[in-house]
Antibody
Framework: QVHLVQSGAEVKKPGASVNVSCKAS????????ISWVRQAPGQGLEWMGW????????NYAQKLQGRVTMTTDTSTGTAYMELRSLRSDDTAVYYC??????????WGQGTTVTVSS | QSALTQSASVSGSPGQSITISCTGT?????????VSWYQQHPGKAPKLMIS???KRPSGVSNRFSGSKSGNTASLTISGLQAEDEAHYYC????????????FGGGTKLTVL
């Protein structure tokens, strides 16, 4: 069974950083890219960026450039997303998802990040 | 990159068919046959329903179908069932040399 399992919920203060992990199982991790997608409360899906698990090259959504970093550890099959200088409007559920072509066929369960003073 | 445009809501009775449209531009929907559709129930992760405009992943009911014309993609659900009530999101590849996608704002489907 192919799975992506994410780390647990986080509560952060404005200005802090958060690091969310996404551990893959059931497939060859380096054969696929991973994207991160977030969803603010009551809102739609927002693509944050993509990382090639094979080469490690990345592409981030323009609005997050400079605040987000995506990495992978191929030895453990884990992807990471760090978001810095958190603001209240970063409060959202953060998902990792496996890329197949232009689609996302496997999703993590989501990680709730709450930014509050 | 602007979000793809979807109607906010659509409704239908059990057994009926509905179509959800997703309008982009010549830089995304119009340029690539890489439109996908996702179903999301409350509190759950999205689920891939259609990839590459019209391909159904294994396990997805054949009541779901996708198409594209120009800059507009469509998802049709036939034989509506109560469990189809959910939010539906379209997504299109928008990159040129590196992976980049854009989502639609989502459509809430209500089964009356």
């Amino acid at each position: 069974q192919v799975h992506l399992v994410q780390s647990g919920a986080e509560v952060k203060k404005p200005g802090a950083s958060v690091n969310v992990s996404c551990k893959a199982s059931g497939y060859t991790f380096s054969s696929y890219g991973i994207s991160w997608v977030r969803q603010a409360p009551g809102q739609g899906l927002e693509w944050m960026g993509w990382i090639s698990a094979y080469k490690g090259n990345t592409n981030y959504a323009q609005k997050l450039q400079g605040r987000v970093t995506m990495t992978t550890d191929t030895s453990t099959g884990t992807a990471y997303m760090e978001l810095r200088s958190l603001r209240s409007d970063d409060t959202a559920v953060y998902y990792c998802a496996r890329n197949v072509g232009g689609a996302f066929d496997i999703w993590g369960q989501g990680t709730t990040v709450t930014v509050s003073s | 990159q602007s979000a793809l445009t979807q109607s906010a809501s659509v409704s239908g009775s059990p057994g009926q068919s509905i179509t959800i449209s997703c309008t982009g531009t010549s830089s995304d929907v119009g340029s690539y046959n890489l439109v996908s559709w996702y179903q999301q129930h409350p509190g759950k992760a999205p689920k891939l329903m259609i990839s590459e405009v019209s391909k159904r992943p294994s396990g997805v009911s054949n009541r779901f179908s996708g198409s594209k014309s120009g800059n507009t993609a469509s998802l049709t659900i036939s034989g509506l069932q109560a469990e189809d009530e959910a939010h539906y999101y379209c997504c299109s590849y928008a990159g040129s040399r590196i992976f980049h996608v854009v989502f639609g704002g989502g459509t809430k489907l209500t089964v009356l």
